[in-house]
């Protein structure tokens, strides 16, 4: 966090003026840190993963998720000039926010790092009476046939060149994958016509979740209950 904050006082000119190859290499500098800084962030969330897989449900507006996300990689994505078209909510599922935050981060980071320059990113749902179904596609290579199978192990790296300066770990979808499955979801490579990469997360419909000061309030009226027909039993034996 320190270098990019650095590059970007140097860019903003603070020791002085910076000229045009000056910035570029500034510029280099902080995609490389970002990079870098998201390779400790996939780090960590794996670990995590390993140790805690509980999950907090909550009725969230993927829309307004999807776009949360994408601000973040908007510098990322101008710099690819990727061409982004997301669906309009709202949409609202019963999920871990967590969870599919990090499953959209690693997908739309995905995209940027194997698609192609001036490509397009597309994000679509598709809400059932059962089930959800949200695909994250982008133009450019298709996924190598012999990398499929082990697409979402852990650290495999793929035979497609990932674009940057640096290499990367190879657990991001392995954690998109992880935080599909312990929502009782999936994450798979699906085939579509217009894109030559499609991720495809379903998960399952939930009930909505009660706050947890409703959720004590019935504990303990069951707590009572057992309470009040044993008094009304011994009543009818008087």
């Not at 419909?205 to 009040?228: C, G, N, V, Y």
Request: hydrophobic fraction near 40%; charged fraction near 30%; proline fraction near 4%.
């Amino acid at each position: 966090a320190s270098v990019r904050e650095g590059s970007a006082l140097l860019a903003d000119g603070v020791a002085g003026e910076v000229t045009p190859r000056q910035r570029e290499i500034l510029s280099l500098i902080d995609a490389s840190g970002h990079e870098l800084q998201r390779l400790i962030e996939q780090l960590l969330d794996y670990n995590l993963l390993q140790h805690n897989q509980r999950i907090h449900l909550e009725l969230v507006d993927l829309a307004t998720l999807v776009k949360t996300i994408l601000a973040k990689h908007r510098l990322a994505l101008e710099q690819k000039r990727m061409r982004i078209t997301a669906f309009d909510g709202p949409v609202e599922w019963v999920v871990d926010r967590t969870a599919v935050g990090r499953i959209l981060d690693n997908l739309v980071s995905n995209a940027i790092a194997y698609g192609e320059d001036e490509g397009e990113l597309m994000i679509r749902v598709h809400a059932g009476r059962e089930q959800l179904f949200l695909d994250v596609a982008n133009t450019g290579e298709p996924i190598n046939e012999l990398d499929r199978p082990r697409l979402f192990e852990p650290f495999y790296q793929g035979r497609t060149r990932r674009k940057g300066p640096l290499k990367g770990s190879g657990i991001g979808l392995s954690v998109a994958a992880d935080c599909a499955r312990i929502q009782d979801g999936s994450l798979a490579l699906v085939e579509d016509k217009e894109f030559a990469v499609c991720l495809r997360l379903t998960l399952p419909r939930r009930a909505i979740p009660l706050a947890p000061e409703k959720a004590a309030q019935d504990i303990i009226q069951e707590k009572k209950s057992p309470t009040r027909l044993g008094n009304n039993a011994r009543s009818n034996e008087r």
